[in-house]
């Protein structure tokens, strides 16, 4: 019983750790908007495209970005996003600023009773 348990448990927290990351993300669109994916730009670095995601709870058509920043590496950056459907893109917005630092190490480390 103590295994059954113990197996639940750890399914149960396997999506919560998937999804701890920092994201980048965005307000919902409107429907009238129709958005497909958008485009993200970090710095001067080439864009690149990423599908959009259906917001939560459900809006009628609304999409928003949804973009892991986990794989980044560490130091300052910059990124800057466009929203794009079947008739072309919208305009970038303002750059948003932002530094990925690890934390530092804990010390000195000891013993107490």
Known sequence: MKKIILVVGIILLFPVSALCSPFLTCDCTTAGDK????QLQ???????????????????????????????????????????????????????SGTKQLPSSPSPLKITK
């Open 35 to 38: 958005v497909t994916g958008f």
């Open 42 to 96: 970090f710095g001067t670095q080439t864009e690149i495209d990423i599908p959009a995601v259906e917001c939560l709870p459900a809006v009628v058509d609304g999409k928003r970005i949804l973009y892991d920043l986990g794989t980044m590496p560490q130091g300052a950056f910059s990124v800057k996003a466009l929203a794009k459907n079947d008739w072309g893109v919208s305009a970038w917005t303002p750059p948003l």
